[in-house]
């Protein structure tokens, strides 16, 4: 068995845990945690996701749990303003530098914090899994979202699926790419 089939297999009992929905054990910090794996396995990633999804609620009945994919949840947002049509045009015109540049103000994480906290509907749900930041890079950067979500989240947990590296300070997407320091979210498994 791999060093990643070990770590899934810790996944589903730590989401469960009274520790991690109760934010128990944290000293006053904000329950963000991180499961940090190899990009090239993201779709080993993705249907352990849909494993989750579909033993959380056996596991612990009446846990509400809300899976967002930073992917489609950003389409979705883009398509909701009437950007995505306008963007995809101007990519084939222009080119990616465009469309980064052009995309960057309304996708900053204080502007789309609170685009995720309505696709979260935190209210009706005790528990956030994200994913889908592989995908949205470059266009989103994962510290600058984590770091506007604090206030958005409250006392709900959010686990980020996460393909590359975090060692408690760093997040190293990829495994390469080095992103702000984020020091404030836990390995959600060793």
Same mark, same amino acid.
């Given at each position: 068995?791999?060093?990643?089939?070990?770590?899934?297999?810790?996944?589903?009992?730590? &989401?469960?845990?009274?520790?991690?929905?109760?934010?128990?054990?944290?000293?006053?910090?904000? =329950? $963000? +945690?991180?499961?940090? +794996?190899?990009? %090239?396995? %993201?779709? /080993?990633?993705?249907?352990? #996701?849909?494993?989750?999804?579909?033993?959380?609620?056996?596991?612990?009945?009446?846990?509400?749990?809300?899976?967002?994919?930073? $992917?489609?949840?950003? #389409?979705? !947002?883009?398509?909701?303003?009437?950007?995505?049509?306008?963007?995809? %045009?101007?990519?084939?015109?222009?080119?990616? /530098?465009?469309?980064?540049?052009?995309?960057?103000?309304?996708?900053?994480?204080?502007? &789309? /914090?609170?685009?995720?906290?309505?696709?979260?509907? *935190?209210?009706? !749900?005790? *528990?956030?899994?994200?994913?889908?930041?592989?995908?949205? +890079?470059?266009?989103?950067?994962?510290?600058?979202?984590?770091?506007?979500?604090?206030?958005?989240?409250?006392?709900?947990? &959010?686990?980020?699926?996460?393909?590359?590296? +975090?060692? =408690?300070?760093?997040?190293? #997407?990829?495994?390469?790419?080095?992103?702000?320091?984020?020091?404030?979210?836990?390995?959600?498994?060793?």
């Amino acid at each position: 068995m791999s060093n990643l089939d070990d770590r899934l297999n810790m996944v589903l009992d730590r &989401l469960v845990s009274d520790d991690l929905i109760s934010g128990r054990g944290l000293g006053n910090e904000i =329950g $963000f +945690y991180i499961f940090d +794996y190899p990009a %090239e396995d %993201e779709l /080993a990633i993705r249907d352990h #996701l849909g494993f989750l999804m579909e033993q959380l609620p056996k596991k612990r009945p009446g846990l509400r749990v809300k899976h967002i994919n930073l $992917f489609d949840m950003v #389409l979705d !947002h883009l398509a909701d303003r009437k950007l995505l049509d306008k963007a995809i %045009e101007q990519t084939r015109k222009k080119g990616d /530098a465009f469309l980064l540049k052009a995309l960057s103000e309304p996708l900053k994480g204080s502007k &789309l /914090a609170p685009v995720f906290e309505a696709a979260c509907d *935190l209210s009706n !749900h005790d *528990l956030v899994l994200v994913s889908g930041v592989g995908t949205i +890079y470059p266009l989103l950067r994962t510290h600058s979202l984590l770091n506007n979500l604090h206030h958005v989240m409250r006392d709900k947990p &959010l686990v980020m699926f996460f393909p590359g590296r +975090y060692d =408690g300070q760093t997040l190293r #997407l990829f495994g390469t790419l080095k992103d702000d320091n984020y020091y404030r979210a836990f390995k959600l498994v060793p």
